[in-house]
C-alpha cells in the first residue's frame, strides 16, 4: 500500500504499520494497481486527478483502476470517467455514507457507478470498508445517488430536531420520546445515533454541517439541471448557512437542532 495526503502527518499511523508514503499523487499511482481518492469536494478531485505532473494523470498506467469516494458533481465525475476511459483506465465513482461510525467500523453504505466489470474489480476493495455495497449505474450514478441520500437526510435531521424540541416543549421527555418511536415507522439511523446530540445540546464531530452544504449545493443544482424542485433541501441549506455563518460549519449535522432549540426557546 501507498498513502498520500497533503499533511503527511496524517498518515503517519499507515506509514508507522508499513505502508510506502508517496510526495504527490502521481506517485501514488504509478505505484499502484489500484487508486483511492477520497477528498471534500469536485474541486479537490480535479487537482488530485488533473494537476500538471502531480496529479493521478501523470502517474496511472494503463489497465489501472481509479476509485473515487469523494462526493462531488455528477457532471465532472463523467468527464473524469472520460478521460481515463480513453487512457484504457477504469473508473468507478463510490461515494460514501455512515458517519464517522461507518468508516471506523468499516460498515458505510457505497453507491457505485461506472462499468459492471470496473465495479467486479473495485467491490473486494470497496469490501473493507463498506457493509452495503451497491452498484446503481454508469458513471455519474453513483454520485447522483449521493445527492438523492443527502436531501432525504436533510429532512430527516431537520424532522428529528424539529420533533424532539416538540416533546420536550409539550412536556415529554425527548430522550424516552426517541427511544418509543424508534421501533416505529420514524426509525432512522439519524434518530438512533443524532438525537443524543440534539437533546443534550452538543454536536461533537460526525459529519461536518459544511460539507453537507456541500453536498445539498450538488444536489439542489443535479435537481435544477434536472427540472426537479426541492423546496425541503433548499430550506434546510438557507439554515445551514445561518448556522454556518454563526461559526458552527464544523460542527457535526445534528447542530441543526441548534435552530430549533433556539428558536423554541428550549435552554
Known amino acids: 500500500?501507498?498513502?498520500?495526503?497533503?499533511?503527511?502527518?496524517?498518515?503517519?499511523?499507515?506509514?508507522?504499520?508499513?505502508?510506502?508514503f508517496a510526495e504527490c499523487p502521481a506517485d501514488a499511482a504509478a505505484a499502484a494497481d489500484i487508486v483511492l481518492i477520497c477528498v471534500s469536494d469536485t474541486p479537490d478531485v480535479r487537482s488530485i486527478l488533473m494537476e500538471e505532473q502531480r496529479g493521478v494523470a501523470a502517474g496511472v498506467s494503463k489497465g489501472s483502476l481509479i476509485i473515487d469516494c469523494s462526493t462531488s458533481s455528477p457532471e465532472a465525475t463523467r468527464e473524469f470517467a472520460a478521460f481515463f476511459a480513453a487512457r484504457d483506465v477504469g473508473f468507478v465513482d463510490a461515494p460514501v455514507s455512515g458517519g464517522s461510525e461507518g468508516a471506523i467500523y468499516g460498515t458505510l453504505a457505497i453507491m457505485c457507478g461506472g462499468s459492471q466489470g470496473d465495479f467486479a474489480r473495485a467491490y473486494p476493495v470497496l469490501a473493507v470498508i463498506g457493509g452495503a455495497i451497491t452498484h446503481v449505474g454508469?458513471?455519474?450514478?453513483?454520485?447522483?445517488?449521493?445527492?438523492?441520500?443527502?436531501?432525504?437526510?436533510a429532512g430527516t435531521y431537520q424532522s428529528v430536531a424539529e420533533g424532539l424540541a416538540l416533546a420536550r416543549k409539550?412536556?415529554?421527555?425527548?430522550?424516552?420520546?426517541?427511544?418509543?418511536?424508534?421501533?416505529?415507522?420514524?426509525?432512522?439511523?439519524?434518530?438512533?445515533?443524532?438525537?443524543?446530540?440534539?437533546?443534550?445540546?452538543?454536536?461533537?464531530l460526525g459529519f461536518r454541517m459544511r460539507l453537507h452544504r456541500k453536498d445539498l449545493a450538488i444536489a439542489i443544482d443535479t435537481a435544477t439541471s434536472a427540472g426537479v424542485s426541492m423546496p425541503l433541501a433548499t430550506m434546510v441549506a438557507t439554515f445551514e448557512d445561518g448556522l454556518i455563518g454563526d461559526g458552527y460549519g464544523d460542527e457535526d449535522m445534528s447542530a441543526l437542532a441548534r435552530k430549533v432549540r433556539r428558536e423554541s426557546e428550549w435552554s
Open 1 to 20: 500500500m501507498t498513502v498520500q495526503n497533503p499533511t503527511a502527518s496524517r498518515t503517519k499511523t499507515l506509514v508507522d504499520q508499513g505502508a510506502n
Open 138 to 153: 454508469e458513471s455519474g450514478a453513483g454520485q447522483i445517488t449521493k445527492a438523492v441520500n443527502q436531501v432525504i437526510i
Open 170 to 204: 409539550a412536556g415529554a421527555d425527548p430522550a424516552l420520546v426517541a427511544k418509543a418511536i424508534g421501533g416505529g415507522a420514524a426509525a432512522s439511523w439519524v434518530l438512533e445515533n443524532r438525537a443524543d446530540n440534539m437533546i443534550k445540546g452538543t454536536y461533537p
